[in-house]
């Protein structure tokens, strides 16, 4: 090693140089060390995500307050809930919810529809059969109601989208619990039913709460093609993976409105599932409509 030294003076200032420059040297390697090893510290964090700095909340929204209970109601209850929720869109009023149930609760609840999956089908349409709506809806699965699971995870997890809507259970209709396998999917539609197509309803869906019960490892989203209004292209491919889409995630919630506050349908709430490319898709279904459900 060569240490870099002005050369004025002649030799002597060149030896004087190295004499002082052995300890600086070590000096030298013992920072340059502690640095290599700080940032192979840093570097082997990479995969967590950084701290960012959380944007101050306006006061309205209520952080870090502590909140008090009011007397409540004979219906109501002592306490006061949290459950985190993002809106995702406004057009149509689309709303994730983080973490709804555990990974406990997911597995049980993949365990009971195993069992008695069988090719999910279609509401039909004047003129449509189940032959010539064959690929629309590739899925399987199963309905069953919380009062029909003896492990009481579908009374829990009911009983949460009911606050999480203020809509009373009673307005559910059973779980549908769905398995999308590599390739599968569902076209874009509405879950509503236009009266014009379908005929009179006697009870219509106003929103659908989805609960995936897997992680997927590639496709399988949830997409609104629509999202605020765009493309609204009548020739655009149902097929296609497009728009606002939600990647599932175990444990995750999406709520969305099918219909406007005033019952009519909301022409974005048009949504599908993308195919599944690698893994499988688990998702539960629960379907809530203006009328208390007898099912
Ligand atoms: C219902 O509400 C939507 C959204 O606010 C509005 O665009 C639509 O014109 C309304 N329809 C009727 C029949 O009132």
């Avoid at 009023?93 to 069988?118: G, N, W």
Wanted: charged share 20%.
């Amino acid at each position: 090693m060569k240490l870099r030294v002005n050369k004025v003076g002649g030799n002597s200032r060149w030896r004087w140089g190295w004499k002082l420059g052995l300890p600086a040297v070590f000096v030298l390697c013992f920072f340059l060390f502690l640095a290599g090893f700080f940032a192979s510290i840093l570097l082997s964090q990479e995969d967590v995500p950084m701290v960012q700095p959380t944007p101050r909340l306006p006061e309205s929204v209520g952080v870090g307050v502590e909140f008090d209970p009011l007397p409540h109601g004979e219906t109501g209850e002592s306490f006061i809930t949290s459950i985190p929720f993002q809106i995702l869109s406004w057009k149509p009023r689309a709303l994730y919810f983080p973490h709804f149930a555990t990974v406990e609760q997911c597995q049980s609840m993949i365990k009971m529809a195993k069992a008695q999956l069988a090719p999910s089908t279609l509401a039909l349409r004047e003129g449509e059969t189940a032959e010539n709506t064959k690929g629309i809806r590739t899925s399987s699965g199963m309905f069953i109601s919380a009062s029909e699971d003896k492990t009481g995870i579908l009374d829990l997890i009911e009983e949460k989208i009911a606050r999480a809507t203020m809509i009373p259970r009673s307005h559910g209709e059973a779980f549908n619990i769905l398995r999308y396998e590599i390739g599968q999917r569902y076209n874009s539609h509405y879950d509503a039913f236009n009266p014009a197509e379908y005929g009179p309803q006697k009870s219509q869906r106003i929103a659908s709460f989805l609960l995936y019960l897997s992680d997927v490892e590639e496709g399988g989203e949830t997409m609104f093609p629509f999202e605020n209004g765009l493309p609204m292209d009548l020739n655009y491919d149902y097929q296609k993976c497009v728009g606002l889409k939600m990647k599932p995630r175990r444990g995750d919630g999406l709520l969305f409105y099918s219909l406007f506050p005033n019952g009519t349908i909301d022409v974005t709430s048009l949504h599908g599932s993308c195919p599944v490319i690698a893994g499988q898709k688990w998702v539960a279904t629960k379907w809530i409509r203006n009328q208390v459900q007898n099912d």
